[in-house]
């Protein structure tokens, strides 16, 4: 069964602090894994598509990497406005297009 | 339109009633997605629709539960002799390809009370 665990639960950051979140992931032959941003109240936002192991992709403050078991969401010199749940989500090819999410990881960032 | 539209916003009904949650998609967008979102939790998949069949129902929680999309548009999640412990936000998201990024609606907040 498609499985995603993310680490740590939440992560306080002061404004600047660099460090990165993680997502492990058990899949029958991965088809994508997703990382998107929620912020309260709202519906989840896409940030990155992986699709295969050494690929990696970037958006301002943000980089992604995948490895075969793995996957890291990077943030860099974070800002308060970066605070909010991040998401990470895999399908893999034996369920379809059916997308199995983590429970995220809540990122509070302090100016 | 310009984004994944979801209504009503909440609704708050009583245990055992009838409740219909209605999504409209990015125009153009042949995949659809029902999620449905507990507290401190990821969204949990329902079901998924490629035009107008569902590809896979295999989330939906019991025969409560059904979803619709007659059209390949418009989609309705119709939830029966609703419980408290249906309780959640449901999303409902789309996108262009299979496989591919989804774009996300704010959800609509269920309570049974």
């Known amino acids: 069964e498609d499985q995603v665990t993310q680490s740590p639960e939440a992560l306080r950051l002061q404004e600047g602090e660099s460090s990165s979140l993680n997502c492990s992931y058990t899949?029958?032959?991965?088809?994508?894994l997703f990382w998107y941003r929620q912020d309260p109240g709202k519906g989840p936002e896409f940030l990155f598509t992986?699709?295969?192991a050494g690929e990696e992709k970037e958006k301002e403050r943000l980089k992604a990497t995948l490895t075969k078991k793995e996957s890291f969401l990077h943030i860099t010199a974070p800002k308060p406005e970066d605070s909010a749940t991040y998401l990470c989500?895999?399908?893999?090819?034996?369920?379809?297009?059916?997308?199995?999410f983590g429970a995220g990881t809540r990122l509070f960032v302090k100016a | 339109g310009a984004g994944v539209s979801q209504t009503p916003s909440n609704k708050v009904t009583e245990k055992g009633k009838y409740v219909e949650l209605r999504c409209d998609p990015i125009?153009?967008?042949?995949?659809l997605y029902w999620y449905r979102q507990s507290l401190g939790q990821g969204p949990e998949f329902l079901i998924y629709?490629?035009?107008?069949?569902?590809?896979?129902d295999s989330g939906l929680p019991n025969d409560r539960f059904f979803a619709v999309r007659p059209e390949g548009s418009v989609s309705t999640l119709k939830i029966q002799r609703t419980e408290r412990g249906d309780s959640a936000v449901y999303l409902c998201?789309?996108?262009?390809?299979?496989?591919?990024?989804?774009?996300f609606g704010q959800g609509t907040r269920l309570t049974v009370v």
């Open positions: 998201a789309s996108s262009s390809l299979q496989g591919t990024e989804a774009f």
């Open positions: 899949v029958s032959g991965l088809r994508g």
């Open positions: 992986l699709y295969s």
């Open positions: 989500a895999v399908q893999g090819h034996t369920g379809g297009f059916k997308t199995i």
């Open positions: 125009s153009g967008h042949t995949a």
């Open positions: 629709f490629q035009g107008t069949g569902a590809a896979d």
